[in-house]
């Protein structure tokens, strides 16, 4: 079976042979056929697994999270509440649940959530009621296959040996941070990454190229409100701050780099 590992957020999953995904930013979708990968499709083979990835930086308790989330799915979809329970995948724990969706709908609506360390994963299944006997089985194979990976191919790096998520291109700092004065200590690059999954990618990659995470301040932070998400990395006798700036609602981070 074919493996998806996601450059930023780290997770991997094996999905069928033949299956499609698709990545938008936030979340990612597979399904059985491509077009059952639009969510107004409702003809044959519609069905798809979606993962949603979520920073949780304060490892607030797993209970919460669960109870927002499925209430949240249960009012946007007018579904009823079936009842809960553990869901164990390798190293990952959270709650599973079978809601019921009105009648007419003919769907089957299956909800989870599981907690890694400071990262939480929203999951969903759903199809036609009439596929189940051939949807149900490779999307719970591809649930169980969940996992973390400690690092990810083809990361670039700077000249200093600083990674950079992926996609993302060079650009003045002057578009990122106003007021520089000296700019050959500073470099810049922006992308379309979500804030959340640009602060776990350099949490995973720093350390496989030598940095030390020695300061953290994640972004949202309630107990502190700052605009940007920010990191101290040391390796040797070099120390590098990494600033993560949010634009477009937090749909999209630039990065500053400032060599010190």
């Known amino acids: 079976m074919p493996t998806f590992v996601h450059p930023l957020w780290g997770y991997a999953l094996d999905y069928p042979e ?17 077009e059952a990968l639009d969510p107004d499709y409702e003809g044959e083979g519609m069905g798809y697994l979606l993962i949603r ?26 579904a009823k509440k079936l009842g809960a329970s553990p869901l164990n995948v390798g190293s990952l724990q959270g709650y599973e649940a079978e809601l019921l969706l009105p009648r007419r709908q003919r769907r089957r609506l299956w909800v989870g959530l599981v907690a890694a360390g400071g990262v939480i994963l929203h ?52 578009e990122v941070v106003e007021g520089v004065e000296d700019k050959s ?46 990191m101290i990395l040391e390796k040797d006798d070099h120390v590098v701050a990494v600033a993560m700036l949010p634009r477009e609602e937090n749909r999209a981070t630039d990065v500053a780099i400032h060599y010190g």
């Open 53 to 78: 990835p979520e920073l949780n930086p304060f490892l607030r308790p797993i209970e919460p999270l669960w109870t927002e989330y499925i209430t949240k799915i249960a009012i946007m979809r007018g």
């Open 185 to 230: 200590r500073w470099e810049a690059f922006t992308g379309n990454a979500p804030i959340g999954g640009v602060q776990v990618f350099y949490l995973r990659e720093a350390p496989q190229y030598g940095w030390t995470v020695s300061e953290y301040y994640p972004y949202p932070n309630p107990k502190a409100p700052a605009p940007y998400a920010r």
């Open 123 to 174: 999951l969903m299944v759903t199809h036609r009621k009439e596929d189940r006997d051939t949807f149900q089985k490779p999307a719970s194979r591809m649930v169980a296959s969940l996992r973390f990976v400690a690092s990810t191919e083809n990361v670039a790096l700077t000249e200093q040996g600083v990674p950079i998520p992926p996609d993302y291109r060079a650009v003045d700092v002057d």
């Open 18 to 34: 033949g299956w499609a995904y698709r990545d938008d930013g936030e979340v990612v979708a597979f399904a059985a056929r491509p």
